[in-house]
């Protein structure tokens, strides 16, 4: 059975007027191998007539963002003539590759009538054969995304990357990788093999999970060490999680700002392109 190296609470960074929590990476973990990053944005109630999110048109080269929108909506639009708008329960995953520039907004219909907000992005590393892959974009609605049902329907699990009993994720990644949103009621159980060389990511979004009888609330990364094929763990509240996990890439990382490459010297060659127009860019 898997045990808890570390549990490591996200820490509070509100963006202008958007709650912000983010416990990755953190003074104590700089990643887990290949997860990088996350931001959890939310739970909040936007009045009408508000601004959004703030997330205006930006850079990337190097990694990949998964977007995860429990409430509210996101408006994506990109360099590469990729525009959607992606509604509660939707998943979006952006290869940023070779780079690209991209803006993450609100819909006109979200900022004209507000309503729930609580989303969360996590980058995933690009290992160094696909640092300059070519960009795309794939964003899914709830209804299009694989899901299925553990504990007799007291667990629904979204399956996003990678397979689980049979199911099969609703993205193809460049590298092998799991991951998956799970809702459990309270009460629930869950036991998934994942072997012991590989990294899991565990963050509690909502509830509070107990794993080997300590109990962890939510806005919680967990961090695990790599000591048996078996994670286990229970819902004492009704919960949500994001469950990853992958063999770790052992490269070097150098990450700056918006870009994420293996040395300094890919990360100034990445701002030099970025300045030179090389991303792309799109009229706003």
């Known amino acids: 059975m898997r045990t808890i190296k570390a549990i490591h609470k996200a820490n509070y960074h509100p963006i202008a007027d958007l709650i912000t929590y983010n416990p990755l990476p953190s003074p104590k973990l700089r990643q887990i191998d290949p997860f990088i990053f996350l931001n959890h944005h939310g739970y909040q109630k936007y009045k009408p007539n508000n601004h959004g999110l703030p997330f205006g048109p930006h850079p990337h080269r190097g990694m ?5 929108i429990l409430e509210g909506d996101i ?60 960009p795309r974009y794939i964003g ?31 993205f193809e990644t460049l590298s092998p990788i799991f991951l998956s949103t799970i809702y459990l009621d309270k009460g629930s159980k869950i036991q998934k093999e994942i072997p012991a060389k590989e990294n899991i990511f565990f963050y509690v979004v909502r509830g ?8 962890i609330p939510f806005r919680n990364l967990i961090e695990f060490n790599h000591d048996g094929d078996t994670l286990s763990f ?41 300045q030179l127009g090389k991303f792309g860019s799109w009229d706003h």
């Open 234 to 274: 229970e819902a004492t509240e009704d919960a949500v999680i994001i469950l990853g996990h992958a063999l770790p890439f052992n490269e070097p990382m150098v990450a700056q700002g918006p870009f994420v490459m293996n040395t300094q010297a890919e990360i100034m060659e990445a701002y030099r392109d970025y």
């Open 208 to 215: 509070s999970v107990k794993i080997l009888g300590e109990e």
């Open 64 to 68: 990949e963002t998964v977007t995860f």
């Open 140 to 170: 899914l609605q709830k209804d299009e995304i694989s899901s299925f049902s553990l504990d007799e329907g007291k667990v629904n699990v979204q399956l996003i990357a990678g397979e689980w009993g049979g199911n099969k994720g609703s």
């Open 75 to 134: 408006m994506h639009k990109d360099s590469g003539g990729h525009e959607s708008v992606i509604e509660a329960g939707g998943i979006q995953w952006m290869t940023a590759g070779s780079g690209l520039i991209h803006a993450e907004v609100s819909s006109d219909k979200f900022k004209k009538e507000g309503g729930d907000l609580e989303i969360l992005q996590l980058w995933v590393n690009l290992p160094a054969k696909y640092k300059m892959t070519k």
